[in-house]
């Protein structure tokens, strides 16, 4: 009996595939060597096993190993080299001196060891040389600031932690090593920067060290630098002025004129200036010095560390000069059924002022005026506070206070008085005419 054509053909595409799925399945499954150059060996305990026991690997932890492994076809398909590690563990090394340590191959994730061998080196060390370890724990950490803070606020002091680094190596290496710097941006801070910042090691002449034989805990820095409002308060002194004695003549300053304050920002902005006390211009004579403590609000921190303010102050312009006064009068007083008479018939008076004004003023430029309100309803003879005034009324003042003697009286009472005073005259000129 025989096949048909397509029959044929379909028989020997089915012959074909299963030749080369077989041809496949026995090519993939033979074992074949890959080559693995420079995979470097990495080590375990360097700075904890050894470091406790007072040493440390000083030669060796750049090595590089090259590897042939064996492995089916199939699975170098998926082999990343890349992933492949070579690891030595430290914490057997107890001593000093060059060393080999045997490693483990780790392979990449993914692939079943058992699958794969080693074919060479058939002896899978590495050369290592550990020396004592050194200690140095008190390096300083400097902060380099860039930039500055915002406008109205103020940086603190900055604080790192540790206050100290702690570095160890050879000590040929750490005792080259003066300071720790670490740099902190603070360019427009406006609150509290707290970073982990990297540091680097400098000489004993400011030049960087570049060794990896130096170690510490952790390559960084935490750097907390306070940033906080602050404003600049102006000190003042109040004085008290009265009439001839104005600041104007004289001369003051203040050793400091400004705080600065840190707080809150609507407190700060409510105190608008500090007044240190009050000072009264007509208790001045030459040049005196007042020393102030400055207060500072609660709530709030004085950063200038200023706490003490001096003012010095001294007289330019103000005079005195003593004057008589002869022209008197009197006020507040309007009863008609009496009268008033000065008795005081002359009054010392010593004014103070700036001296162009005073050179101009004589006895006739001043007159002394009774205030009568304290009497208005009484009679007799009485002392009354006087007022001093000065033609064309210029700032100058009295040093003093002042006082007049006046007769309250009747109207009736002054008219018989008048009348007796003339008939006395009368009678006596009557007697004298008789006499001749």
Wanted: overall charge negative; aromatic content about 6%.
């Amino acid at each position: 009996m025989q096949l048909s054509n397509r029959r044929k053909a379909f028989y020997i595409t089915i012959s074909v595939l299963i030749s080369f799925v077989f041809w496949f399945y026995v090519n993939n499954s033979a074992e074949i060597d890959l080559t693995i150059n420079d995979v470097p060996v990495e080590f375990y305990n360097a700075e904890s096993a050894l470091a406790n026991k007072g040493l440390m690997l000083v030669g060796g932890d750049e090595a590089v190993d090259e590897l042939e492994l064996t492995m089916p076809r199939s699975l170098s398909y998926r082999f990343n080299p890349e992933r492949l590690r070579l690891v030595a563990d430290l914490s057997s090394v107890n001593s000093t001196g060059t060393q080999s340590l045997r490693y483990s191959v780790i392979y990449p994730p993914g692939i079943n060891p058992s699958q794969v061998s080693v074919k060479s080196p058939s002896v899978q060390t590495v050369s290592v040389r550990v020396g004592e370890l050194f200690r140095k724990s008190d390096i300083e950490i400097r902060c380099k600031l860039v930039g500055n803070v915002a406008d109205g606020f103020v940086a603190g002091r900055v604080q790192t932690l540790p206050e100290a680094l702690e570095i160890w190596g050879q000590q040929s290496d750490v005792m080259q090593v003066n300071y720790a710097q670490v740099t902190l941006n603070i360019e427009n801070a406006r609150s509290t920067i707290v970073e982990l910042v990297e540091f680097e090691l400098y000489d004993f002449s400011d030049q960087l060290i570049e060794n990896k034989g130096i170690h510490s805990a952790s390559n960084t820095v935490q750097v907390t630098m306070p940033v906080i409002s602050a404003t600049d308060i102006p000190l003042t002194v109040r004085f008290k002025e009265s009439p001839g004695i104005r600041i104007d003549s004289f001369d003051w300053s203040l050793d400091t004129t400004t705080i600065t304050l840190s707080g809150d920002a609507n407190q700060i902005a409510q105190v608008g200036e500090i007044v240190l006390g009050e000072i009264d211009l007509s208790e001045i004579e030459g040049e005196q010095s007042f020393t102030y403590d400055i207060p500072i609000p609660d709530g709030l921190t004085n950063l200038s560390g200023v706490s003490t303010a001096t003012l010095t102050i001294s007289n330019r312009d103000v005079e005195t000069k003593n004057l008589t006064v002869t022209d008197f009068d009197y006020e507040n007083f309007g009863a008609d059924d009496r009268i008033v008479e000065v008795v005081t018939s002359s009054l010392a008076v010593k004014l103070r002022g700036p001296r162009d004004v005073l050179e101009k003023l004589t006895d006739d430029s001043i007159q002394a005026v009774a205030d009568l309100s304290g009497v208005i309803d009484a009679s007799g003879t009485y002392t009354v506070p006087a007022n001093i005034r000065i033609a064309g009324d210029p700032d100058v003042g009295t040093t003093e206070a002042h006082q007049l003697t006046v007769r309250i009286g009747a109207q009736n009472q002054e008219h018989q008085e008048s009348e007796t005073e003339a008939e006395t005259e009368t009678e006596a000129e009557t007697e004298g005419d008789e006499t001749t």
